[in-house]
């Protein structure tokens, strides 16, 4: 199975320049034991690689889709979205960013929506793809509040 993991504004922003623009620790932890089950494979694009994880997810294994031939230690370099999508038979997280995500929804490969809603507009111009019309609402959090920040866990299935 493939489960997409993320947090978004109201307006579907994932970030800002590259970055985040809230800090939520209780989701940074929600994001680590999510990605640790199900089989604990992470994959991200090599930008978020980058600026957001600066190496790699411990307990879990990572790849890494890129163009760049350079090996990177503790990750599997992947090149080809849709021939690693179809060959890879265990569960997967990908975990950004907006271009994976969106790759990923267009081949028709994503299972299901991990999303953090988050209450606010943050003005973001890298957006999480929509999805409202492909996946439905299976299950919702009670709101939670961190740090001034008022979100929601959400968890979404194909609807096809």
Request: glycine share 8%.
């Amino acid at each position: 199975m493939i489960r997409l993991i993320a947090a978004i504004d109201r307006q579907r922003g994932l970030a800002r320049h590259g970055i985040l623009p809230w800090h939520i620790p209780e989701d940074e932890q929600y994001f680590t034991d999510k990605t640790k089950s199900l089989g604990g494979n992470v994959l991200t694009g090599a930008t978020t690689y980058k600026i957001t994880y600066h190496g790699p997810l411990a307990d879990r294994q990572n790849f890494i889709l890129t163009h760049d031939e350079t090996p990177i230690e503790g990750v599997t370099l992947v090149h080809g979205l849709d021939e690693f999508l179809r060959g890879f038979t265990e569960d997967l997280w990908v975990a950004g960013g907006a271009k994976v995500f969106e790759q990923v929804i267009k081949l028709g490969k994503a299972d299901e929506l991990y999303l953090t809603h988050i209450d606010a507009d943050f003005g973001c111009d890298q957006l999480f793809p929509e999805y409202e019309e492909q996946f439905k609402l299976v299950e919702q959090s009670q709101p939670h509040e961190q740090n001034g920040f008022h979100f929601r866990y959400a968890r979404y299935a194909k609807t096809n």
